[in-house]
């Protein structure tokens, strides 16, 4: 079935340094991949997204990129700050017979000022 | 502009029981999901309404019911309810009937004793 895989499911970083999440996913008809951040007790954040016919996107510090033949996505955190703690999920949307999207199990990150 | 709203915040019930959880979606959108978060997992996608009908549905028993009203805003009905049941209930909209990004509700959190 449609399955998304996220590793690391943690990740402690200095202050400064970069932060890199990867995940992988099943049906390659997907087309449309996001990326939230949710801090304890809150709702997810859309923090990035990117489609299909996009292989690279960056927001200031954040970057994603997509290599649809691996069906790989990854999530790139430069310059972490400790506000950057939180715990992080991809997401895939298959599209296959629907719009419903498929999250990742979660990466928890911890930046040490 | 109100973004996505859901009540009530958190509520508590025993076995058996039946709940009803209602979302209300950020204007302009059309589309509403909901996703059930068990403590430390990503969201799973329960199902999606548009044009109130229920679209697609994920891998949850039919005990789990939904409704969407004219004015798009949307309920979640779980009846016969097991301990396992105890989640946060996450509402997403989006327009564009769900090919647009989607935004999340804060939650509400379910307790089954």
């Known amino acids: 079935g449609e399955n998304v895989e996220q590793h690391p499911s943690t990740l402690s970083v200095q202050e400064g340094d970069s932060a890199v999440i990867k995940c992988t996913y099943s049906?390659?008809?997907?087309?449309?991949f996001p990326w939230y951040k949710q801090e304890l007790g809150k709702r997810p954040q859309l923090i990035i997204d990117?489609?299909?016919?996009?292989g690279e996107k960056k927001d200031q510090r954040i970057a994603v990129t997509l290599n649809k033949t691996a069906k790989h996505f990854s999530l790139h955190i430069t310059e972490t700050q400790p506000e950057d703690s939180a715990v992080y999920f991809c997401?895939?949307?298959?599209?296959?017979?629907?719009?419903?999207?498929?999250f990742g199990a979660g990466t928890r990150l911890f930046v040490k000022a | 502009d109100a973004g996505v709203t859901q009540s009530p915040t958190h509520l508590i019930k025993t076995r058996g029981q039946q709940v009803t959880l209602r979302c209300s979606p950020k204007?302009?959108?059309?589309?509403v999901s909901w996703y059930q978060q068990a403590l430390g997992q990503g969201p799973q996608f329960i199902f999606q309404?548009?044009?109130?009908?229920?679209?697609q549905r994920g891998n949850f028993p039919d005990r789990f019911s939904g409704h969407q009203f004219p004015n798009y805003s949307s309920e979640l009905n779980v009846n016969a309810l097991l301990l396992g049941d105890s989640a946060l209930y996450l509402c997403?909209?989006?327009?564009?009937?769900?090919?647009?990004?989607?935004?999340f509700g804060p939650g509400t959190r379910l307790t089954v004793l």
């Open positions: 204007s302009g959108h059309d589309t």
């Open positions: 997403a909209s989006s327009q564009l009937a769900g090919t647009d990004t989607q935004y």
């Open positions: 049906d390659s008809a997907s087309n449309y």
């Open positions: 309404y548009y044009e109130e009908e229920e679209r």
């Open positions: 997401a895939a949307r298959p599209h296959t017979g629907g719009f419903k999207t498929i």
């Open positions: 990117i489609r299909s016919n996009v």
